[in-house]
């Protein structure tokens, strides 16, 4: 086991409760996030994992709780103010932009830090060729990184799944996120191809110090991987500790195996 | 019929400024000439002018309800319709067989377009789809005045065109227009009750919800779709009736079709009472613009107001008035 | 085995984003160039200058101005006519108001005026979407017509309502306007604007503003949580767009027709605008020049096809079997490929590197 550099609380959850006209998706939910943790959420299908990234990242607003993100009590924004803060997520469902090659894809990601304006652009020689080629160099580091050089240039629409799935955590990391969340990075993925992205992931926290928000539903992988668990189930909160705590947790144990009533 | 609480008061609101605009600029502006009867003359006739907007609007929705398809060629499809009576009438049929053979003629069409333009571009994008409307419209516009030349031609169907007075002789109404709106009521109810009550109707509603799943259990997309051209086609041929009787069979009938996309825009994509009531309020809000308003701007806003009317509601509700809302999900 | 990458090796990234990056796609353009500018002004006779490469330039600029904006940042706009009368008549304001400006600079800030304009119409796309965006672009193209029919104050209060471009020159001698331009003169002052513009349109695509349409495009909400500001970026590209169609309206009623009248601009325009955008290729830039090519050229072709075979149909008649024909070829490519003509020529460019072999 190599040392973890585990820091202060970076995100607050605090008695969070979402719902959409009767329907309540998330009910008082309340857990903190440490600097450079890996944090994970899990939780049967329906029990608001995907909602909470929502609310993290601005998308959902909550109608009770407050949101603490960097000591600063954070009041309700627009949807892309979050990358400005620092937040860039990957999708459940890939949201890649399929019209565009590889490369492009990740260079999106870097779109905060583009400062040239419209008229360099359409000029394009001077200030925003230099700015092109600074933020391209940083973007083929990715691309190393990822190992995804042979499809630099292919239209994402055109890759596999998977792969697919590595272009998209591409382009969350060409933001240099605070947070990265990950939605179910791993799903419908080979055991190899699994093993890949834990080890991107593993990577990501270690080199870069990335705090990490992770949803997935492969409990080998979860437990190996995250510092800290929350669970949820139907909106509610059932436990939040760390992988040994929460996988001996009763409520745990029973949502996931179901009780005799 | 469930009726959202939001829609409801959008609806009363518009009514309100219907009656409200007109009577303010009416005491403020001595150019405009305000009374309650006339007032209720030019509202009346805006209402009924909007039931025929509602018809054409209709045929829209039921092929976009269908197959998402944006039927840019309905506009054609009524002058095509209306040309083909007026030209078969001409050769000597009497005017019950020559609506029969209009209708077989359409229904010929439907399935043609079927068969040539939907089933080879299916599953293409939208606007792939969209833009092949088009090219039928070019295509209609061109076979039927090819076919039946493109002068304004008559059709008599033996309405009175009279206008008559009523409510105690102040309200001067058309009755043409009132035996139209009278006919498209019926047209529109009794589509409601097939599209409700009958097998092909369920079948329908189950393709629209999701073609692919209504596919998995059986129901034949392609007889679907070459239907509801052809109800469209119906749909087309009545409002081909009405407008040509009313402004003779000419070109000019194509353009309605875009005066019906207002009408589309304010009641959503895929209501059929939302084409009804959108249509009521385009035309009843046009009417009293154009009376009340536009004399104060220059005049002839006709051109451009239900537009703007659809523009500004869909700022405030972007699915329109009965379209669903459309969530977004990550 | 001549069209091909293999065996020219790039060693900076600034090599790896040029423009053309294969040797035979540079040659090739600066052959069409060459072409453009010194070939056909030489060969070409009047009739072919004034009423196909005239059309030709500057419908494909308007062309590239809606790909810009329904190719690249997926708003679909059926207000271009509209958009191209608000430039023609901002140049006739202009150029009447300040007889001693420059004809690049009215042609220009008639752009941008349309750009304002633009803008303005493009605020309701951040809450409206497809086709109900495309219908509330209507909304555009008939209040703007309406607008400058009905206040004199745009025509100058003229009589008639049509009114004619007062001649200008460039390099204070050379006439580019008025009934005393040569066509000569008028295709090379067309052509130079146009390439010009287009080499803009081609940076703003390659740069972070482009990427930005892309995304949005392609899908609007994950664009949004990676930081990509809605409003903002589709009213860049409705700026934009509209710069194009106003430079290119503006260029229609001064070079092309000589008065500017809002009839050259209704519906018709904008539906053909958006035919040339479809048949070429939604989001390329070449694709707005094959689109504006065949739908210029195709009329013509119709219209003189009866003579070659000797036949002799009434005028009126031949329009209509126009239109059907037209009707038939969209759809007709629509079928064959909906990508449109620069995804045949990607297509064709994809083979010739593998040439001879089959694959």
Redesign the interface.
């Known amino acids: 086991m190599f040392q973890r550099n585990i820091g202060d609380v970076i995100l607050e959850v605090q008695g969070i409760s979402l719902s959409f006209g009767a329907m309540r998706v998330l009910n008082n939910i309340s857990f903190d996030i440490r600097q450079g943790e890996i944090r994970s959420i899990i939780g049967p299908n329906g029990a608001g994992k995907s909602s909470m990234l929502n609310v993290i990242n601005g998308v959902y607003h909550p109608q009770e709780g407050t949101i603490i993100f960097q000591g600063e009590r954070r009041a309700e924004m627009k949807v892309h103010e979050a990358a400005a803060q620092g937040i860039a997520r990957t999708f459940q469902n890939i949201a890649l932009f399929k019209g565009m090659s590889t490369l492009d894809n990740i260079m999106t990601g870097r779109n905060q830090m583009m400062k040239s304006n419209l008229l360099q652009q359409a000029i394009y020689w001077g200030k925003a060729q230099k700015e092109e080629l600074k933020h391209r160099k940083v973007v083929e580091e990715i691309i190393d990184f990822l190992e995804i050089q042979a499809i630099r240039k292919t239209p994402v629409g055109r890759l596999p799944y998977g792969m697919q799935k590595r272009v998209e955590l591409g382009r969350a990391l060409a933001a240099e996120p605070e947070i990265l969340l990950l939605d179910e990075p791993m799903a419908g993925m080979n055991v190899e191809e699994k093993e890949d992205m834990s080890r991107f992931v593993l990577d990501i926290n270690d080199e870069f110090g990335t705090t990490i928000v992770l949803i997935e539903h492969d409990m080998g992988v979860v437990m190996d991987l995250s510092d800290r668990v929350v669970v949820l189930d139907y909106g509610v909160q059932l436990a939040d500790g760390s992988p040994d705590e929460v996988r001996n947790n009763q409520a745990v144990i029973d949502a996931y195996l179901g009780v005799a009533h | 019929m469930h009726i959202e609480r939001d829609v409801f008061y959008i609806i009363l609101a518009s009514l309100a400024l219907m009656v409200a605009i007109p009577w303010a600029a009416g005491m403020l502006s001595e150019d405009i000439f305000f009374e309650w009867p006339f007032f209720f003359e030019v509202a009346i006739g805006g209402l009924l002018a909007g039931v025929m907007y509602s018809l054409v609007a209709l045929g829209f929705v039921l092929i976009f309800k269908a197959s998402g398809v944006?039927n840019f060629a309905q506009g054609a499809m009524v002058l095509f319709s209306a040309l083909t009576l007026v030209g078969l009438q001409e050769k000597g049929l009497p005017i019950w067989l020559a609506i029969l053979a209009t209708l077989a003629i359409m229904a010929l069409l439907a399935y043609l377009i079927e068969r040539?333009?939907l089933r080879?571009?299916v599953n293409?994008?939208?606007?792939?789809l969209?833009?092949?409307t088009?090219?039928?419209?070019?295509?209609?516009?061109?076979?039927g005045?090819?076919l039946w030349g493109?002068e304004v031609k008559i059709l008599d169907i033996g309405f009175s065109n009279q206008p008559g007075f009523y409510f105690g002789g102040k309200i001067l109404i058309n009755d043409f227009d009132l035996i139209a709106a009278l006919i498209a009521g019926v047209l529109v109810v009794s589509l409601a009750l097939f599209f409700q009550y009958t097998r092909i109707g369920r079948a329908l509603r189950a393709v629209a919800d999701d073609n692919q799943a209504a596919l998995s259990v059986g129901i034949p997309l392609k007889h679907i779709w070459v239907i509801v051209w052809t109800v469209a086609g119906v749909v087309a041929l009545v409002a081909g009736i009405m407008w040509g009787s009313k402004l003779g069979v000419q070109f000019s009938l194509a353009l309605i079709a875009?005066k019906a996309?207002?009408v589309?825009?304010l009641g959503g994509?895929t209501s059929v009472p939302g084409a009804i009531v959108g249509g009521l309020i385009i035309g009843a809000g046009e009417k009293l613009a154009e009376v009340f308003i536009a004399p104060l701007i220059?005049?002839?806003?006709e051109?451009?107001f239900a537009?703007?009317l659809?523009?500004a509601f869909?700022?405030f509700r972007?699915q329109?008035l009965f379209g669903e809302k459309?969530i977004?999900r990550? | 085995m001549i069209y091909r990458e293999a065996g020219e090796f790039k060693s900076s990234y600034q090599a790896d984003q040029a423009i053309l990056t294969i040797r035979q796609d540079r040659w090739f353009i600066w052959g069409l160039m060459a072409f453009a500018f010194l070939v056909i002004p030489a060969i070409s006779s009047e009739y072919w200058l004034t009423t196909i490469m005239l059309p030709f330039l500057i419908l494909g600029l308007a062309a590239l101005g809606l790909n810009i904006l329904t190719g690249y940042a997926g708003q679909l706009s059926l207000g271009t006519g509209g958009f191209m009368a608000t430039g023609a008549f901002a140049a006739y304001k202009l150029a009447t108001a300040f007889p001693e400006l420059n004809i690049v600079i009215v042609i220009l800030a008639s752009g941008l005026i349309t750009s304002g304009v633009g803008i303005l119409f493009g605020v309701p796309s951040l809450r409206i979407k497809g086709f109900y965006l495309a219908v509330a672009t209507l909304a555009s193209q008939f209040f703007l017509i309406w607008m400058f029919n009905k206040f004199g104050w745009f025509t100058n209060y003229s009589a008639s309502g049509v009114i004619s471009a007062p001649p200008m020159s460039v390099f204070n001698e050379i006439l580019v306007t008025g009934p005393h331009a040569t066509p000569v003169a008028k295709y090379l002052f067309v052509l130079t604007l146009v390439v010009l513009l287009t080499l803009v349109a081609k940076n703003l695509v390659r740069s972070n503003i482009g990427r930005e349409w892309m995304a949005v495009r392609d899908m609007d909400i994950a664009a949004e949580i990676i930081g990509i500001p809605m409003l903002s970026t589709k009213l860049k590209a409705f700026a934009v767009s509209s710069f194009y169609c106003g430079v290119a309206g503006a260029l229609w009623a001064f070079l092309h027709t000589g008065s500017v009248e809002p009839l050259a601009f209704d519906v018709n325009r904008s539906f053909q605008v958006l035919f040339m955008v479809i048949i070429g290729g939604l989001g390329s830039i070449m694709g707005a020049f094959l689109g504006a090519g065949f739908i210029v050229l195709l009329p013509i072709l119709l219209t003189n096809a009866p003579h070659w075979f000797g036949l002799n149909i009434a005028v009126d008649t031949i329009s209509h079997i126009e239109f059907m024909v037209f009707g038939i070829l969209i759809i007709f490519f629509l079928i064959v490929e909906p990508h449109g003509l620069a995804r045949l020529w990607q297509i064709t460019k994809e083979k010739l590197r593998l040439w001879p072999f089959p694959y």
């Open positions: 944006f040539l333009v080879p571009l293409q994008e939208h606007i792939i969209f833009m092949a088009i090219g039928i419209t070019y295509f209609l516009d061109g076979f005045q090819t493109s875009l996309l207002p589309l825009i994509f220059g005049g002839g806003i051109d451009w537009y703007m659809a523009l869909l700022v972007p329109g459309i977004e990550v």
